[in-house]
């Protein structure tokens, strides 16, 4: 694994930190104070599209997109994408200012292996231009959603219409001004076998009969401008052809969508925790504490320490799962996968808790991004499949493999 950039990749990072330089870190703190207060629920920044469009001249457009994708791709591989994606993910928000984030990553991966070419004309196309966003709906209020076999949303074909019966929460994006199209898992065969009962199927926001039932508070908040909605699908026609793939390829459609976006969420997290290393060090720097500096003290050095080793412990699992998935496939990388889905939230959770004790009582407030990096690191230890049912397979698949 060559871990040299090249001279297109060092170019390309040196654009990205420049432009978090000169547009993103200034404007950390003000988009959320803007997003969390009540009176501007489900909205934007007045700045937020301006910055979008600058970033769309300067060319950091879409780079999620490997090179398998082809036409739709900047020609990067996963490794080459691994060390930028860190940098744009410094500031969670940052992402979509780039076009590079969840769920608009995945479904646009979806549609670009797997649509067809009126799908994507439809739906890719906007996407990839940053004119629209999308929610991905899948989890479901009634069932343990970490084993999709459970999920009792249906997807029955009615002529030339499905008919989509069934409730969904934690549906991410979906209150979101600029949501316009969600992509739903169900079932469409119960009797066949059990992989081959699912399917996914495009369905318009505006379809008669989608009904956002109510924006699910996570950890308190709202998390505007997108939200996590719980969905009825209430007897939802949409046209035939809006089923991707085909029936019964929804567990097929997963594993390509899924694989990509847990080495993405990986790289995006050790982003994250270098912010939360950098803030702080420069806070123990700036703070006296009984006659010396927060860094001269034992346990904060300590603390500092440990963070930087867990930190580029973690970023070499990633750029190694990233570079196994470059050279086998994602199928063949799925152990790496499921190692970066485990340890980059928890590592990313512990140096934030470390960052937010070092702050004292500033660490809890809105004065810095440790508490979105904190409640993101801790929630992706459950959402894309939790530590547990990741744990357990790569332990069953360790087993098989060593004896």
């Known amino acids: 694994m060559d871990l040299d950039y090249s001279d297109r990749v060092g170019e390309m990072i040196a654009r990205v930190e420049l432009f978090m ?14 997003v969390d207060d009540a009176e501007n629920q ?3 920044p007045p700045w937020h599209a301006d910055l979008k469009e600058k970033a769309k001249e300067a060319g950091i457009w879409n780079w999620f997109l490997n090179r398998d994708y082809e036409e739709f791709s900047p020609g990067l591989s996963n490794l080459e994408f691994a060390p930028i994606m860190e940098r744009m993910a410094r500031v969670p928000w940052a992402q979509e200012i780039f076009n590079c984030s969840a769920p608009d990553r995945g ?10 070419p009126e799908q994507q004309d439809k739906w890719l196309q906007p996407l990839l231009a940053g004119e629209i966003r999308s929610a991905f709906s899948m989890t479901e209020p009634a069932v343990a959603s970490s084993d999709a076999g459970n999920l009792e949303t249906t997807i029955i074909r009615d002529g030339d219409e499905y008919v989509i019966n069934g409730r969904k929460w934690f549906t991410s994006n979906a209150f979101n001004p600029l949501c316009k199209i969600f992509v739903v898992m169900g079932k469409t065969d119960p009797d ?28 308190g908040g709202l998390h505007s401008p997108g939200g996590h909605a719980q ?9 035939a052809e809006n089923l991707i793939l085909g029936e019964g390829r929804g567990f097929e ?6 694989g990509p976006g847990r080495f993405q969420y990986a790289m995006m997290f050790v982003g994250m925790a270098s912010r939360c290393l950098e803030l702080m060090c420069r806070r123990v720097e700036e703070r006296d504490a009984f006659g010396e500096k927060l860094s001269q003290k034992t346990s904060i050095q300590h603390d500092i320490a440990r963070s930087r080793c867990e930190i580029e412990q973690c970023r070499m699992l990633v750029l190694t799962a990233a570079d196994r998935m470059d050279k086998y496939g994602p199928k063949e990388a799925r152990d790496y996968i499921s190692m970066v889905k485990i340890i980059a ?3 990313a959770l512990d140096v934030a808790n470390r960052a937010i004790q070092a702050h004292g009582g500033m660490g809890f407030t809105q004065d810095t991004p440790l508490i979105h990096i904190y409640m993101m690191a801790r929630t992706c230890q459950v959402a894309d499949g939790p530590d547990e049912v990741h744990m357990s397979q790569l332990a069953r698949r360790t087993i098989r493999d060593l004896f």
């Open 21 to 34: 330089k000169e547009h993103i870190y200034p404007r950390e703190l003000e988009f959320w104070e803007f």
């Open 42 to 44: 489900w909205q934007y």
């Open 107 to 116: 479904n646009m991966e979806v549609l670009a292996r797997f649509g067809t």
């Open 192 to 219: 066949a076998v059990r992989h081959k009962q699912f399917s996914m199927i495009l369905v318009p926001k505006d379809t008669p009969g989608v009904i956002l039932e109510r924006p699910v508070r996570v950890y």
């Open 231 to 239: 969905v009825h699908y209430d007897n939802v026609r949409v046209p």
């Open 253 to 258: 459609i997963a594993q390509g969508r899924l």
């Open 345 to 347: 939230p928890k590592m």
